[in-house]
């Protein structure tokens, strides 16, 4: 009877692990791993990137066969980033993969995107392969057609990622829905015509243009810096010049000699006023008030407002703040109690605004953690004055600057690793970080976040009135 009991307790336990073996998968290390383990992404992409950049033909084949097989987002999707990288790093280096990554945007590859960040990372790389070849141009926008075809998208975000890659290719204003497959199809089948046939009706795109860029999605972190620089006035000199750029700023409103402080509570205000729900979503505005923000309408939208100098803290204390008329219309006043601070800790604002995910609780790993990827930022809206002095790393400002200032001892006080740290946290949650720049400040920095993302650089720069 011992016996039996024995061999059947065996049975169950080799039942048991087999089922663990058919739900998961062991690493190079011989470390059991779940199908869908997404920490394995980056290992996968670092091992990817070299393969792509070698140009040698077995190696390649490896990739390709990544691609090919789709066996899970994340590791097919350290595959697509892997080879846009490779492409950005060597020029040519990803072109040999771009039918693969063509044909990931096709309905066999439906359950990989049924989770959003899949198809905003492959749309991205489409649009570094296809950059500046005509004939490529064309064969994504094929592409993306098919696919909005076959999934009928409403997603915001994924809508104004396409739409995005489409202007950048083509320089055509159009959006991408079903109402306008028309259009593309025709831009496509007419690009080397001669006489080319009579265009369908198109509609431009109707993302809000916040701070002179238009956002990607619905849900925008302002990152705004309150250290104490933000202070001092604007030089009289470069006061017609700031006027100028910001141009859609009522000045009359503003004091005589504004500081940058000031000139951001009002972009920033300007910018909240123009999330209202005032698009219909069908290219046609309607009067604000007319159609209210809701958390099943897919043009919804939703903000936060972060502040840093030597801290960094939520300005909107409860999270996301609902597009609604009447907040935009609390928030467009609220903004103007910002009040100034010390140093600048660019690298504390970076990590909160990719941490923040509407709730107080925030990840250790929000370049992978799924409250992070399904409900943090599409935008990231960062603007500073200066350089930066501090990070969460630092313990006292006993470090020097390229200027010999006195600044923070931290590793993350140094443009370099921002830069780094801001390519991991994106690698895969593909946020667009738009940057403003006002004043005195670090313009490779702000570049380099914009450049990183895929998103625009705006440089302020004017010189300061220190007295």
């Not at 046939?197 to 309150?226: C, H, L, N, Q, W």
């Amino acid at each position: 009877m011992l016996h039996k009991l024995t061999l059947l307790s065996a049975a169950v336990l080799m039942l048991f692990g087999l089922s663990v073996v058919s739900h998961a998968r062991v690493n190079r290390g011989g470390v059991m791993l779940a199908k869908d383990d997404r920490n394995e992404a980056f290992d996968e992409f670092e091992r990817l990137l070299p393969m792509v950049k070698s140009g040698d033909e077995k190696e390649a084949e490896e990739v390709n066969e990544v691609l090919e097989k789709g066996k899970s987002v994340w590791l097919t999707m350290a595959a697509v980033e892997a080879v846009r990288q490779g492409e950005i790093d060597k020029s040519g280096a990803g072109k040999p993969f771009m039918p693969k990554v063509l044909a990931l945007m096709g309905e066999d590859f439906k359950k990989l995107h049924k989770e959003e960040i899949f198809t905003v990372n492959v749309i991205a790389c489409l649009g570094v392969l296809a950059k500046g070849k005509e004939e490529a141009a064309v064969e994504v926008v094929n592409t993306l057609v098919a696919w909005q075809k076959w999934s009928e998208n409403t997603v915001v975000r994924l809508r104004h990622m396409a739409e995005r890659i489409l202007t950048d290719l083509t320089g055509e204003d159009c959006t991408l829905t079903n109402e306008t497959v028309d259009f593309w199809e025709w831009w496509a089948r007419n690009k080397a015509a001669a006489q080319p046939d009579k265009a369908p009706e198109k509609r431009s795109k109707t993302a809000p243009v916040i701070f002179k860029e238009p956002v990607v999605g619905t849900r925008i972190v302002f990152v705004i810096d309150v250290s104490d620089s933000m202070k001092h006035p604007i030089s009289e000199d470069d006061l017609p010049k700031i006027r100028k750029l910001a141009n859609n700023l009522d000045w009359s409103k503003m004091p005589d000699h504004p500081c940058p402080l000031d000139l951001a509570k009002a972009e920033l205000a300007y910018s909240i006023d123009h999330l209202r729900p005032d698009d219909a979503g069908d290219g046609k505005k309607k009067k604000k008030g007319t159609r209210s923000s809701s958390k099943n309408d897919p043009e919804a939208r939703t903000f936060a407002i972060i502040t840093y100098s030597h801290d960094v803290n939520l300005f909107t204390e409860d999270g996301w703040v609902d597009a609604t008329d009447s907040n935009c219309d609390e928030w467009m006043v609220n903004v103007h109690n910002l009040e100034l601070e010390s140093t600048t800790n660019i690298h504390g604002a970076l990590l909160k605004a990719f941490k923040f995910n509407g709730t107080k609780k925030e990840s250790d790993e929000p370049e992978l953690d799924k409250e992070c990827v399904l409900n943090g930022a599409h935008t990231i809206v960062f603007l500073t004055d200066g350089y930066p002095t501090w990070s969460n790393d630092s313990e006292s400002p006993s470090a020097k600057d390229e200027f010999g200032n006195p600044v923070g001892d931290g590793e993350y006080v140094k443009r370099d690793k921002l830069l780094e740290l801001a390519a991991h946290l994106d690698r895969f949650r593909k946020v667009v970080i738009n940057t403003v720049g006002i004043g005195i400040h670090d313009k490779k920095l702000m570049k380099g976040f914009a450049d990183i993302s895929g998103g625009a650089y705006t440089d302020w720069g004017c010189k300061i009135d220190w007295k």
